[in-house]
């Protein structure tokens, strides 16, 4: 059995714990909107048409915002294409996902949505195909009182008081050459910075996100940033950073190291930040959002051919994910956790259907996969501070990272006492975690719990939901405090 050790102390303080952190993200992209959130006719629906059953499991998940409408889909957005009566509302042409866009679901049922479920909106821009005009109609369309054209005829569409939409994204990954109307750093910069002067000169205190990279090994990356906030730093708030993981080639040793490349991400674009905010002379501090993260299996996604069918919500990058998805996935929420006192927005992508923690049968069931659970737990059990937590454990090697950690996590402190939240990274050996609680005079495990299972590639499904899922983890000793964790584990422990 391997060892390892931490240390809790109140004096290694990171950041307050930010709930924007457990956000999510739901795009019009395959069945995340029409059969995940929204489908009229399905047994569980509400008059509105949407899914209780999907509304109950997001309530249980914990998501605190959620971004729309995308993702990619946003750069080829027509926003008042989605409001008024249904009947009238065109089709389009999704050049994104190769689909067709029905516009069934838009800014005001979305909003609609997000009551019902009891989230904050963090709405998209489209800065691909469209600029500063539509992003002002939008933005009068949702958040001006009344007395204007706009404001007007969202009253007359059963909204009359204001959406009050405070968070808002200019564009999407526009250094990706897959998007819409992609631009250069200059270009966009430009066209994002002119965007937010105006937005502002509606609602000084809205707050926005510039695009960032859309991964950490575009070739661009570094570059992008510092043009891009060259450009925008007086007048956005954040940037974004986009990553996704995957196990590859059979290297589960590399894939459960993963976030130790979104360490370095964030690393290199607060440095990227600040480095510009100093030659700007500005006292200012520019945060990341971190607004789209997950496992994903990109090297299964097949684009749809040119001249193929435009189908309605077809199913679209529906991974189905397993024990050692999970726990990588852990180890991403515990890298956002530890860099708090930067990353103070992130969204997970995506909610259903869409690489998502909730699943769905077109007039079925609903269910968790895998990954639903660390971030239920994190959502629900950190509060207060974040704590470093400095682990000390045996080192392993990685054909992509070098020597890691078996061992990552990190601490949560509030009143109610501490949870830690760690990662055993190893393969095939159990790990004695001994914790060092005396800065806390007395503390006690009190509960601890372990998604686990001796295969590491089990999945949930409709049929079998719950294979994984948290059980509690008795082997635990209190003098010294010790917790015995599974080999491919994520572990939820708590001090009182």
């Not at 008059?47 to 999907?54: A, T």
């Not at 998501?63 to 926003?79: A, E, K, L, Q």
């Not at 760690?422 to 806390?440: C, G, K």
């Not at 059980?471 to 010790?482: F, K, Q, S, V, Y």
Request: net charge negative.
């Amino acid at each position: 059995m391997h060892q390892a050790h931490l240390t809790i102390d109140p004096a290694f303080r990171v950041a307050p714990v930010r709930r924007r952190t457990f956000g999510g993200f739901v795009e019009h992209l395959g069945r995340c909107v029409y059969t995940g959130i929204y489908e009229p006719g399905h047994p569980a629906a509400a008059d509105d048409g949407f899914r209780r059953d999907v509304l109950d499991l997001t309530r249980e998940l914990g998501v605190s915002t959620i971004r729309y409408p995308g993702g990619n889909f946003v750069s080829g957005y027509r926003w008042e294409d989605g409001i008024g009566p249904k009947e009238n509302r065109p089709r389009r042409l999704d050049l994104a996902w190769h689909s067709t866009e029905t516009n069934e679901v838009g800014v005001d049922e979305f909003m609609l949505w997000c009551r019902k479920a009891g989230v904050e909106p963090m709405m998209a821009v489209n800065l691909g195909t469209r600029g500063i005009p539509e992003a002002l109609d939008l933005l009068e369309y949702c958040n001006h009182p009344s007395g204007t054209a706009l404001s007007d005829l969202r009253a007359a569409h059963g909204a009359k008081e204001p959406h009050d939409i405070r968070m808002w994204c200019l564009g999407n990954e526009m250094d990706g050459p897959w998007q819409t109307g992609h631009k250069t750093a200059r270009e966009y910069g430009r066209l994002a910075a002119e965007t937010a002067r105006a937005m502002r000169m509606v609602d000084p205190g809205l707050e926005l996100v510039a695009c960032g990279s859309s991964g950490s090994g575009m070739p661009t990356f570094g570059a992008w940033e510092a043009t891009v906030l060259e450009e925008t730093y007086d007048v956005v708030d954040y940037i974004s950073c986009h990553a996704y993981y995957e196990e590859k080639d059979g290297d589960l040793g590399s894939f459960l190291a993963c976030s130790t490349n979104m360490d370095y991400f964030i690393r290199s674009v607060v440095a990227t930040a600040d480095h510009v905010g100093a030659k700007l002379k500005s006292r200012k501090r520019i945060d990341i959002s971190f607004d789209e993260w997950n496992i994903w299996y990109q090297s299964r996604f097949q684009a749809a051919e040119p001249g193929t069918d435009w189908p309605i919500a077809p199913p679209l990058l529906e991974d189905h994910y397993h024990l050692a998805d999970a726990v990588a996935f852990g180890g991403l929420l515990i890298s956002l956790l530890r860099n708090s006192d930067r990353v103070t927005s992130a969204s997970l992508a995506q909610l259903v259907n869409v690489i998502a923690p909730i699943m769905t049968e077109p007039g079925g069931r609903a269910w968790r996969q895998t990954i639903f659970h660390p971030f239920a737990q994190a959502s629900r059990y950190a509060a207060g501070d974040v704590l470093r937590v400095e682990p000390v454990s045996p080192l392993y090697d990685t054909a992509e990272f070098g020597e890691v950690p078996l061992l990552d996590a990190v601490a949560t402190r509030s009143d109610e006492g501490v949870t830690i939240f760690a990662v055993n990274r190893s393969t095939d050996t159990p790990l004695s975690l001994e914790i060092d609680a005396r800065a806390l005079g007395g503390a006690r495990i009190v509960s601890a719990t372990t998604l686990t299972d001796p295969d590491v590639h089990a999945r949930n499904t409709a049929d079998d939901p719950d294979r994984i899922a948290p059980r509690a983890n008795d082997d635990i000793e209190h003098d010294p405090m010790r917790v015995r964790l599974p080999p491919v584990s994520w572990n939820v422990i708590r001090l009182a």
